[in-house]
């Protein structure tokens, strides 16, 4: 299945912002509708942002408008821009397929601690 790497996360003050990025280790994800998923303590991992191969976009409501979700097909790469940043948008940030571990496992993820 390969392997995918999240980077970018760290922590930021309530209403920074922050960029992620995810990679494949190997093989191609531009086929495959792509998601960043978020997991906070004590609390089921839930899928935030999606976007098609060709770049339709979708959000789960409490990032709508501060998050954007991006990709390159040609770099096999995908990004989630967050802004507005909130303290409860801190948790370990993973991306992976709208269908989760058809093609790869999760990654180690990506933590963001929003925190005054």
């Known amino acids: 299945q390969g392997q995918l790497v999240e980077s970018g996360g760290g922590l930021v003050r309530p209403g920074g912002s922050l960029r992620l990025s995810c990679v494949a280790s190997?093989?191609?994800?531009?086929?495959?509708?792509m998601a960043w998923y978020r997991q906070a303590p004590g609390k089921q991992r839930e899928m935030v942002a999606s976007?098609?191969?060709?770049?339709?976009?979708s959000y789960v409501e409490s990032v709508k408008g501060r998050f954007t979700i991006s990709r390159d097909n040609g770099l096999n790469a995908m990004y989630l821009q967050m802004s507005s940043l909130k303290p409860e948008d801190t948790a370990v940030y993973y991306c992976?397929?709208?269908?989760?571990?058809?093609?790869?496992?999760w990654g180690q993820g990506t933590q963001v601690t929003v925190s005054s």
């Open positions: 992976n397929s709208v269908t989760p571990r058809t093609y790869w496992d």
């Open positions: 190997t093989n191609s994800f531009r086929a495959y509708p």
């Open positions: 976007i098609t191969s060709g770049g339709t976009t």
